[in-house]
């Protein structure tokens, strides 16, 4: 279902539309599947999706800012069925294109590298290995594709409740943490910034910022633990 919902937004992201415009498909999709949102006033949060701009990390609240060409735009949202929650996120160029602008080059290669680490980390989601397995490889592949993964914002476990542990850090060291078990459900989702990857809270109290003003995407999928491969409950 969540897989379904943030192709479809994706596909509605284009310049002159607000991120409310987003909030609003995004309300009418998850009814349409007869489903909830875990986000819906999850310690206050006014909205089912998160809409973050440009420096904003996560968390961004959708409303009346109107999305321009170039724009780097992270889609974060969860679906709540039969009891069982789901969290995802993607990060979109707004108007896409093909531009040979540097600062569009930097944005488009900033997307891949997330995408991709996000990729590597679910390859080390396997049973026996520890969550430090996942953070190291997700940070040392950002660090050598000259970006940083944030610190202070993390991923998590996820299963009745929408936020569970254990934290699942973007960075760390092999070996070390909770050692992954079949069963375990976790979502992964590095935050990748151009810049230093320290963070401050946005003036609502809800989003969350670079604090140097670089730029930052986002991507997450939830993962279960299987005696054989990982598997990706989001794709």
């Known amino acids: 279902m969540l897989a379904s919902i943030l192709k479809d937004l994706s596909k509605a992201v284009k310049p002159g539309i607000t991120t409310q415009d987003l909030e609003k498909l995004a309300r009418e999709l998850v009814f349409k599947f007869g489903a909830r949102s875990p986000f819906l006033n999850y310690d206050g949060y006014p909205a089912v999706l998160c809409t973050s701009i ?18 780097l735009l992270k889609l974060d949202m969860g679906v709540l ?9 993607v990060t979109v160029l707004v108007g896409g294109g093909l531009s040979l602008d540097k ?5 488009r290669k ?15 989601a396997k049973v026996g290995k520890t969550l430090g397995d996942i953070g190291a490889a997700i ?3 950002v660090e050598k594709s000259g970006f940083n993964v944030v610190r202070d914002l993390v991923g998590h476990g996820i299963g ?13 060291n092999s070996g070390e943490g909770e050692k992954l078990k079949p069963g375990m459900v976790i979502a992964i989702e590095p935050m990748v910034v151009t810049g230093d990857w320290k963070i401050k809270e946005g003036p609502d109290g809800f989003v969350f910022q670079t604090k140097d003003g670089g730029l930052a995407a986002h991507f997450e999928h939830t993962i279960a633990i299987t005696e054989k491969e990982p598997l990706v409950l989001t794709r």
Do not use: C, M, W
């Not at 440009?54 to 724009?71: C, Q």
């Not at 039969?82 to 995802?88: M, R």
């Open 160 to 172: 009745r409740e929408l936020h569970e542990e254990p934290q699942v850090p973007n960075y760390g």
């Open 139 to 141: 940070q040392k592949y």
């Open 54 to 71: 440009n420096s904003e990390i996560v968390h961004g609240v959708p409303s009346d800012r109107t999305l321009e060409k170039g724009d």
């Open 81 to 89: 069925y039969k009891g069982f929650n789901t969290d995802s996120a």
């Open 103 to 107: 600062k569009i080059l930097i944005k």
């Open 110 to 124: 900033l997307i891949k590298v997330t995408r991709e680490s996000l990729e590597i980390g679910i390859k080390e």
